[in-house]
């Protein structure tokens, strides 16, 4: 079944996802009693296990038999890949911890942008060739930009920093730490990069999935399931840790059963919408077509902001 690649669609389509993206954690705020390791992972197991299942069986006649059909390697690294996009995510989080919002966020995702979008051409080698159009020339100056928007947030900060005593900067970030963050920052820009390696190492489930008479545009949804269930094993770690260390285990069940009610559901529909930004990220990725889908994570992470 022929692709009909459609960029003016792709940009749309990246455009509701990272509207998605954007506005996911507006239902954890329904959520009470619970810490934030505890509403994190319950929401993770809708966005990370559920909703893909759920989503590829809607959209691809049989799932299973295309991930059957695929080698062991592509499922083997979709999987790993996913793992580390999925401590990429974690690192996110860190960022805001130790820079803030307004800060983190700028060089977080700035890093994400740049580096999602650098690093997957110059391993398979077509970086040389985005200099040979003009789409590819604009591309790559819009990476220019950011970077130059990361060293300009990042003199700022160091700048913040010195000026402010250490009382101050507490009151409004209590572990304010510009070095800690901007490292940081930069290895979850790097991680992030880890999902383009996935769906790109998920290509053959994609395949399967057209060969048995999946939409293409939908072809990517199955690979979702295994590079999610790799973002899982990362996080499902990190929140039992914290919840061993900060000793919040018994929040799942602490709270009364109306509440614990309203918690999962306010937690799953976090978890769906979050989702729902690869969902459509998947889908504008294969409407961009070989020659601008290098570009994915940037319009991803610009839309976001």
């Known amino acids: 079944m022929a692709i009909t690649n459609n960029p003016e669609l792709g940009v749309l389509l990246h455009a509701i996802g990272g509207l998605a993206?954007?506005?996911?954690?507006?239902?954890?705020?329904?959520?009470?009693?619970?810490?934030?390791?505890?509403?994190?992972?319950?929401?993770?197991?809708?966005?990370?296990?559920?909703?893909?299942?759920?989503?590829?069986?809607?959209?691809i006649p049989d799932?299973?038999?295309?991930?059957?059909?695929?080698?062991?390697?592509?499922?083997?690294?979709s999987y790993v890949f996913g793992a580390l996009w999925g401590i990429g995510g974690l690192t996110f989080g860190l960022s805001m911890r130790y820079l803030g919002m307004s800060l983190g966020y700028a060089l977080a995702l700035g890093a994400c942008a740049a580096f999602g979008t650098l690093i997957p051409p110059m391993y398979f080698g077509t970086f040389a060739d985005l200099f040979q159009s003009t789409s590819g020339v604009v591309v790559l100056?819009?990476?220019?930009?950011?970077?130059v928007g990361i060293a300009v947030c990042g003199v700022a900060g160091m700048r913040k920093e010195a000026e402010l005593p250490d009382e101050v900067k507490r009151q409004t970030i209590r572990e304010f730490s510009f070095k800690k963050g901007v490292w940081i920052a930069m290895f979850c820009g790097i991680m992030s990069a880890c999902m383009a390696f996935a769906i790109a190492a998920g290509k053959p489930i994609a395949d399967a999935a057209v060969a048995l008479g999946a939409e293409p545009i939908f072809s990517n949804n199955p690979t979702?399931?295994?590079?999610?269930?790799?973002?899982?094993?990362?996080?499902l770690i990190w929140c039992l840790y914290l919840n061993i260390k900060n000793g919040t285990g018994s929040e799942y069940f602490s709270v009364k059963p109306t509440l614990l009610v309203m918690n999962v559901i306010f937690c799953a529909l976090a978890g769906a919408t979050w989702y729902l930004q690869f969902f459509f990220y998947g889908m504008g990725t294969i409407?961009?077509?070989?020659?601008?889908?290098?570009?994915?994570?940037?319009?991803?992470?610009?839309f976001i902001i």
């Open 141 to 147: 100056l819009g990476v220019a930009v950011c970077l």
């Open 21 to 59: 993206a954007a506005s996911f954690y507006i239902p954890f705020r329904g959520v009470k009693g619970w810490s934030w390791e505890s509403f994190w992972l319950v929401g993770g197991i809708v966005s990370w296990i559920i909703t893909p299942w759920v989503a590829s069986y809607m959209t």
């Open 63 to 77: 799932p299973v038999a295309a991930l059957r059909a695929a080698p062991m390697r592509s499922l083997l690294m």
């Open 287 to 302: 409407k961009l077509g070989e020659k601008y889908e290098f570009s994915s994570w940037t319009l991803h992470m610009a």
């Open 224 to 235: 979702y399931i295994i590079i999610m269930a790799g973002g899982f094993t990362s996080n």
